[in-house]
């Protein structure tokens, strides 16, 4: 654990803004790992929008979208558990680092294309960004409980998350801006140069190495190509149900993922602005104003017990399909976009919640692999949700047809996972004992 903290261990409530300024002020590790993913969440909306630009005018067509999103989705299911056994057998710092020096210049080669014929190089540099992104971001939530004190978890990933929401949302309106200003080329030189900025603040992160076997042994070629670790980490995840169930909640959310595609559809095609399109920047700083005070709010306003946590999960699946069933008829930019900010209010809860309760139950030595074998599911789900929707799209099936049979989605895992909660599994202690558990939480100030 971090020696970050001297102070004597206080519960932060997650509903009270002094509660992110002292975990911010006291823990300089987590600070630096924060501040990293400032820089480059902001970077990564720049690149999508910029992106979502050159598909448009190259192409025009919504299967161009999806397959971009597939190239992006895609590598984590492949990778996912050779990343995972990495992640836990190497230093993550540098893996972090690594992936971030790299990526800065995968994206820099977007610039090379200019006519139709070049879209395949859009496809491949993506697949290659991804693919580092499939290491950076196990080894990122995994050394987060070695950064943070039990007590301060909550807080980490309500603010962690409140992050990527914000930048989703500064990013995305800032990405098209620039992208209409300026050209996207210069949304992509700023990415990039979001990469080595990163890459600078992990290199003062102090990180503990991984977590050693307790016997030594002559290593036999299933260690060495990490099918002992991979069979390790099944059989831990078969031996708890608590922590089989989580592994499964964003991929519940993810079977709706062809939304990426149509809030792309929907602000360049359906309610475009004065007729030029642009309304997709809107739409996802919508959704990424929602995904930041959806857990905050959750966790004010419906408790921060382990408890409440889940059942709360349960209830967001109901919210997005509520939300998206809504937008589907909305008839102008004006009322939909706030619509998107409710259902990724949900879509939020269900991912910071999930990722809060893996890392207090999972053990260090498991943890990257644990969350690479959670997203390599998820992105499997996202990439053919994704290629369904740009098919039914090209077929003739409208947008607002597609989007109906994706918001009524999601009522099947929230409907699964409300059961599941019923039945009182994921309070029976199947497997090892939970690594700090939060205290009750206290009455918060108001903000």
């Known amino acids: 654990m971090t020696q970050n903290n001297p102070s004597p261990p206080s519960y932060l409530p997650v509903g009270n803004w002094r509660s992110y300024r002292t975990l911010l002020g006291e823990n300089r590790g987590f600070r630096r790992l924060w501040l990293a993913g400032v820089i480059s969440h902001l970077g990564n909306w720049f690149n999508y929008i910029a992106i979502f630009v050159l598909l448009s005018q190259l192409t025009g067509t919504g299967r161009a979208v999806s397959w971009f999103l597939i190239a992006k989705f895609l590598p984590t299911a492949v990778l996912g558990p050779a990343a995972g056994v990495l992640v836990d057998r190497l230093p993550r710092k540098a893996i972090m680092i690594a992936s971030d020096l790299t990526r800065a210049a995968i994206v820099l080669c977007f610039l090379l294309v200019r006519r139709p014929d070049q879209v395949w190089l859009i496809y491949t540099l993506a697949l290659l960004q991804e693919s580092l992104w499939t290491f950076f971001d196990p080894a990122r939530r995994a050394s987060v409980p070695n950064l943070c004190e039990p007590h301060q978890l909550n807080v980490a990933n309500a603010l962690s998350g409140a992050t990527w929401s914000v930048m989703l949302a500064i990013g995305a309106a800032l990405g098209g801006l620039i992208s209409a200003v300026a050209g996207w080329q210069t949304a992509i030189v700023l990415d990039a140069l979001t990469f080595l900025a990163s890459a600078a603040l992990l290199t003062g992160l102090e990180l503990p190495p991984p977590a050693k076997p307790a016997t030594v042994r002559r290593p036999t070629w299933r260690d060495l190509t990490g099918i002992n670790d991979l069979a390790e980490g099944c059989r831990y995840v078969a031996g708890d149900r608590r922590v089989a169930a989580l592994l499964l909640v964003k991929s519940g959310w993810a079977l709706a993922g062809g939304i990426f595609v149509l809030l792309t559809v929907f602000g360049e095609q359906v309610f475009p602005i004065h007729g030029h399109g642009g309304g997709s920047g809107i739409l996802y700083s919508c959704r990424g104003v929602g995904a930041a005070v959806g857990p905050i709010l959750a966790w004010r306003y419906l408790g921060e017990s382990r408890s409440a946590m889940y059942r709360t999960m349960g209830l967001s699946f109901f919210v997005a399909a509520s939300a998206y069933l809504l937008f589907s008829q909305a008839p102008t930019l004006l009322k939909a976009a706030p619509l ?108």
């Open 340 to 447: 998107v900010l409710v259902g990724h209010m949900g879509g939020s809860v269900q991912w910071v919640f999930s990722t809060n309760l893996l890392q207090r139950l999972v053990p260090d030595r498991f943890r990257g692999r644990v969350f690479a074998a959670e997203m390599a599911l998820v992105t499997l789900v996202l990439s053919l949700s994704t290629y369904f929707t740009g098919a039914a799209l090209d077929a003739g099936v409208g947008p607002r047809t597609v989007m109906v049979r994706l918001a009524l989605l999601f009522l099947v895992p929230g409907i699964l996972w409300s059961l599941h909660v019923w039945s009182g599994a994921p309070f029976k202690k199947n497997g090892p004992a939970d690594p700090g558990e939060a205290p009750p939480p206290r009455p918060a100030r108001p903000m």
